[in-house]
């Protein structure tokens, strides 16, 4: 794959997980009549899983921040510091809940 030493460093690291992802389907893929198009259907399908994941977290986060907007709309009668001692004793109970998103990329893909 020769081609790949052409491509752009910034998108060179995304290009290897993906590839690196695809081949683990390798046996389904090489089944096919047409290899290179299952390939790329494959690396799409877990392109779409990927965002799958980061759509339902972004959701979360949504509601998380419209449920503490709320919150503080209700409770602007309370004084400052109140608030804030509230708000860090609901993070303390949500974090043992909540599992870590992990930042890097090629530690979320591994997961898929």
């Known amino acids: 794959m020769a081609w790949i030493k052409n491509v752009d460093p910034i998108i060179k690291e995304h290009l290897d997980l993906?590839?690196?992802?695809?081949?683990?389907?390798?046996?389904?893929?090489?089944?096919?009549?047409?290899?290179?198009?299952?390939?790329?259907?494959?690396?799409?399908?877990?392109?779409?899983?990927?965002?799958?994941?980061?759509?339902?977290?972004?959701?979360y986060l949504e509601g998380?921040?419209?449920?503490?907007?709320?919150?503080?709309?209700?409770?602007?009668?309370?004084k400052p510091e109140e608030l804030l001692k509230e708000l860090e004793k609901e993070a303390k109970q949500t974090k043992k809940k909540v599992k870590k998103i992990k930042g890097s990329l090629k530690k979320t893909l591994k997961k898929f």
Do not use: C, G
């Open 64 to 78: 998380t921040i419209k449920d503490l907007n709320d919150r503080f709309l209700k409770t602007t009668e309370k």
């Open 18 to 59: 993906q590839v690196k992802e695809a081949v683990k389907f390798r046996s389904a893929y090489l089944k096919s009549k047409n290899p290179a198009n299952a390939q790329l259907w494959i690396a799409i399908a877990n392109i779409s899983k990927h965002m799958f994941n980061l759509e339902l977290k972004i959701k």
